[in-house]
């Protein structure tokens, strides 16, 4: 009777919600019911199912979400680092210890057999390789995250301005043509308003001072 090959791949190592409020990130000490939330919140994404949570008004409904999702995305980035790492060192050892080489990148040092301590020196100066060139797309992402961010919150700006500038071209149009006394009284009218001191308005006119 023949049995199937055992899988040689890496069993994937299921993360729980943490149970330490210092876990999330929370920008002050979280209430249980935040603290239920974001629990329940990392499980859901963790199992990959659909959630319907439901709170009071008022109980950070939006920011429990952040810290839950961001605190699941950050453990759930370094699980894969961990998978893709053991894969690479289980093919690395395979082949360095078969006297074959796997690829071009890992060409270098993966043409022959070796002792048992120079293999591991090998392997693990690809796998310290791999690390760091994981860490500069990392940060290539970031760059170019907060590139874009920056690029739209310039052209937000100017955006502002542009309507800040026309607002302003409006009112002097406004002033040209109703006259400096048009303008002083649109100017009375506001201050008049802002005060809530109807004692200006007299008859439908507006008293001096």
């Not at 591991?120 to 690809?126: R, S, T």
């Not at 590139?147 to 700006?157: D, E, G, I, L, P």
């Not at 043509?177 to 303008?183: E, I």
Request: proline share 4%.
């Amino acid at each position: 009777m023949s049995h199937a090959p055992a899988s040689t791949e890496p069993v994937v190592p299921a993360l729980s919600a943490p149970d330490e409020a210092d876990a999330y990130r929370f920008p002050f000490a979280p209430y249980d019911i935040q603290l239920d939330f974001m629990r329940h919140l990392y499980t859901t994404l963790e199992e990959g199912k659909i959630g319907i949570f439901e709170s009071p008004t008022g109980t950070g409904k939006s920011l429990s979400l952040l810290c839950g999702a961001l605190r699941w995305i950050k453990d759930n980035n370094a699980r894969s680092d961990q998978q893709h790492e053991a894969a690479l060192r289980q093919r690395l050892q395979a082949a360095h210890g078969d006297g074959r080489r796997i690829g071009r990148r890992w060409a270098c040092c993966l043409w022959h057999a070796a002792p048992a301590a120079e293999s591991e020196w090998i392997v693990q100066h690809q796998i310290d390789r791999w690390r760091r060139e994981q860490a500069d797309i990392r940060e290539a992402k970031e760059a170019r995250r907060a590139a874009a961010q920056h690029a739209r919150n310039k052209a937000r700006c100017i955006s502002h301005k542009g309507t800040s500038a026309n607002a302003a071209s409006a009112k002097r149009q406004v002033c040209a043509h109703g006259g400096r006394a048009a303008c002083t009284a649109d100017i009375i009218v506001l201050r008049a308003e802002e005060r809530g001191d109807r004692s200006h308005r007299a008859g439908g006119r507006l008293s001096p001072g």
